[in-house]
C-alpha cells in the first residue's frame, strides 16, 4: 500500500472538529447537542442576501475574474473607508473564504522554513496553513491570568531569529476575544519596521467590539504600510460561512501580484458567494448594530454564568464571540469527550473546543476550553445547567 505523505501526516486535526463524529453519534441516541465549539452564528443572514440570491438572472454561473468581481472588490473598498481605513478596490483580492486568504498570503510570503511568530492562544488553523506553506509558528503565550493581553516586546524581541519573516495577530482575538489597544499595536508595528517583517492582520470579527474604542486595523499603522497584509471575510459580520467568501488586502504590489499565481491556479472564487457578498455589504447599519447588541447580551450572561461553576474562571472578552475559560480538569480534551460518549443530562450535553490545540506548544491549555456564545440566550442557559452538572459527575474534576 503507497503511504501517506509526511505533510499529511503532519497537518494537526482541528480542535474545533475533530470530536464532532462524537457528537454525531451522541445524536443518534437522541441527545440534544449544544454546539459552544464552533464560530457558526445562529442569527439570520440579511435579507438583502437572499434576495441577490434569489433573484440572479444571469443564463450562464461563469468563472468570475480569479481576483473577485470588480463590482465587489468596489463595495469592498467603500465598507473598508466607513472604518477610515482608505484602500483601493485593485489591493483587494476575493477568496474562497478567510482561510484561503491566510493560506495564500503564506505561500506568497513565506519559504519553507521561514517562521511566524504568533501570539497563543490562536485560531487552531493558522498552524496548518504554515505547515502546507512549510514554514513554522512560533508563538507566545498569553496568560488567562492577564485576559490574554499581548505579551511583552521583550517576548517578541527574544524569538525573532534570521528566519523570522512575519507576525501573525487576530485583532479582535479568536478564542480569547481579546481586542488589541493602540499602544499594543503601534508595538508591533515598531518591530515589524525595525526588522522588516510582514504584519499578517486576521480582522474578520472588526465589528464585534465591545471597549468604548473602536478596533483598529493594521492598514491605519503608520510607516508599515507595506508590510501588512489583512485577512478578512463576510461570514461573521453577515451570518453567512457557507458562501466561503474573504478577502486579502495589502498595498504590497509584489506581495499582491504573486499573490494572484495561486488565483489563477485556482481559477476563481464562488460565483454566487460573491454575488451574495456584494449584496450583503448594502445591509442596513441596524442590522449590524442589532447583531453587536445581541453578541454583547450573550457575552454578560455567559460569562456571569461560566464564572459562577466551581473552579471555572473566564476573563471578560472584549471582542469577538469567544471566550476561553479554566476548568478544574487535568485534561480538558478528555473532559470534552466524555461529554460528548458518556454523559447527559435531562437528554442534552455540550460540545466545547478543547484550547490545547489552539496553541503550537504541547503542554498548553490543557486544562482549557474555548467556549463560543452563538447560541441563543435560553440554550446558552441550558448549556451552563450541563456543564456544571457535567463537572460535578466527571470523575476527574479537581476538588474545589
Not at 145 to 165: H, M, Q, V
Not at 231 to 238: F, T
Not at 284 to 312: C, H, K, M, W
Not at 335 to 341: H, K, T
Request: proline share 8%.
Amino acid at each position: 500500500m503507497p503511504s501517506i505523505s509526511q505533510r499529511g501526516l503532519d497537518m494537526p486535526a482541528s480542535p474545533i472538529r475533530k470530536l464532532g463524529p462524537l457528537a454525531v453519534e451522541a445524536e443518534a441516541k437522541g441527545i440534544k447537542i449544544l454546539s459552544l465549539n464552533i464560530g457558526q452564528p445562529d442569527l439570520p443572514t440579511p435579507p438583502e442576501a437572499f434576495a441577490a440570491l434569489f433573484n440572479i438572472n444571469r443564463k450562464v454561473l461563469e468563472y468570475s475574474p480569479s481576483d473577485g468581481l470588480p463590482q465587489l472588490r468596489r463595495k469592498m473598498a467603500e465598507y473598508y473607508s466607513r472604518y477610515d481605513i482608505n484602500v483601493d478596490p485593485g489591493q483587494i483580492i476575493i477568496t474562497s473564504g478567510g482561510s484561503e486568504a491566510v493560506l495564500f498570503a503564506f505561500l506568497a510570503a513565506l519559504n519553507p522554513g521561514d517562521e511566524v511568530i504568533l501570539p497563543e492562544p490562536a485560531y487552531a488553523n493558522y498552524v496548518a496553513f504554515s505547515k502546507i506553506a512549510g514554514a513554522s509558528i512560533v508563538g507566545i503565550p498569553s496568560s488567562i491570568e492577564s485576559g490574554f493581553a499581548l505579551p511583552s516586546i521583550e517576548e517578541f524581541e527574544s524569538r525573532i531569529t534570521p528566519r523570522t519573516k512575519a507576525i501573525l495577530i487576530c485583532n479582535p482575538n479568536n478564542p480569547t476575544g481579546y481586542v488589541y489597544s493602540v499602544e499594543e499595536l503601534n508595538q508591533i508595528r515598531g518591530l515589524c519596521k525595525k526588522h522588516d517583517l510582514y504584519l499578517f492582520s486576521d480582522e474578520v470579527y472588526r465589528e464585534f467590539c465591545y471597549t468604548d474604542k473602536p478596533v483598529i486595523s493594521a492598514l491605519q499603522l503608520d510607516g508599515i504600510e507595506d508590510n501588512v497584509v489583512v485577512i478578512d471575510s463576510v461570514s461573521k459580520r453577515y451570518n453567512e460561512c457557507g458562501i466561503r467568501i474573504g478577502a486579502l488586502v495589502t498595498r504590497d504590489k509584489k506581495l499582491h501580484d504573486t499573490v494572484m499565481k495561486f488565483c489563477q491556479a485556482r481559477l476563481s472564487p464562488p460565483l454566487l458567494g460573491q454575488i451574495v457578498a456584494e449584496a450583503s455589504i448594502d445591509t442596513p447599519e441596524l442590522y449590524l448594530q442589532q447583531a453587536f447588541e445581541e453578541y454583547r447580551r450573550r457575552r454578560d450572561f455567559l460569562l456571569e454564568r461560566l464564572n459562577s461553576i466551581p473552579g471555572v474562571y473566564s476573563p471578560m472578552p472584549t471582542g469577538a464571540f469567544y471566550t476561553v475559560a479554566r476548568l478544574p480538569v487535568e485534561n480538558a480534551e478528555d473532559f470534552c469527550r466524555w461529554c460528548l460518549s458518556d454523559f447527559s443530562y435531562e437528554g442534552a450535553t455540550i460540545f466545547m473546543a478543547p484550547a490545547a490545540g489552539f496553541y503550537s506548544q504541547p503542554g498548553l491549555g490543557r486544562d482549557e476550553v474555548r467556549v463560543a456564545y452563538v447560541l441563543k440566550q435560553e440554550d446558552l442557559e441550558r448549556a451552563m445547567v450541563v456543564l456544571r452538572k457535567a463537572l460535578e459527575a466527571y470523575p476527574g474534576t479537581k476538588k474545589q
